[in-house]
């Protein structure tokens, strides 16, 4: 090979470097999800939280908005007009709150959670408190609704 064909071998490759990086440097880098890139819900139209309305700590009792029990055996939504506690599994949840309808929302998205105490405090039974609440917590930060602990 010739030092001319060398030369021109070596221009070629240089042209064909610089076409590679010019286009790597105008590729478009990912995007953030956006929140209407977010997958619907069916919750969007409930307006954001407003704690300005929400009761004091000390009359937890004439909360509004939905109520959740964390349970050993599941997650338990607090029927409030008789105040009995119907048990879901966790992938019932976000079909359950959609359901509420926005008149059970008066305060926004948000839900007031509590923790039922096991009349067996075993480790397991505690494994599975644990494992329900992160369940719960999960789905919530999901459907983009806020949660207030009971007290």
Known sequence: ??????????????????????LVACSRPPQPETPAARQSTGLESIPEPDPAKYPGLSDMRSWKNPY??????????VDLSNREIRMLKPEEIPAELVSLGASAWPYGRVVLVAQAVPQ?????????????????????????????EAP
């Open 1 to 22: 090979m010739t030092a001319e064909n060398r030369v021109v071998t070596l221009l070629r490759t240089m042209v064909w470097l610089l076409l590679l990086l010019a």
């Open 120 to 148: 067996n405090a075993s480790e397991t039974t505690k494994a599975d408190l644990r494992k329900n609440r992160a369940l719960l917590l999960g789905t919530l930060k999901e459907l983009d609704v806020q949660f207030k």
């Open 68 to 77: 959740l029990v964390v349970r050993e055996d599941g997650i338990g939504i």
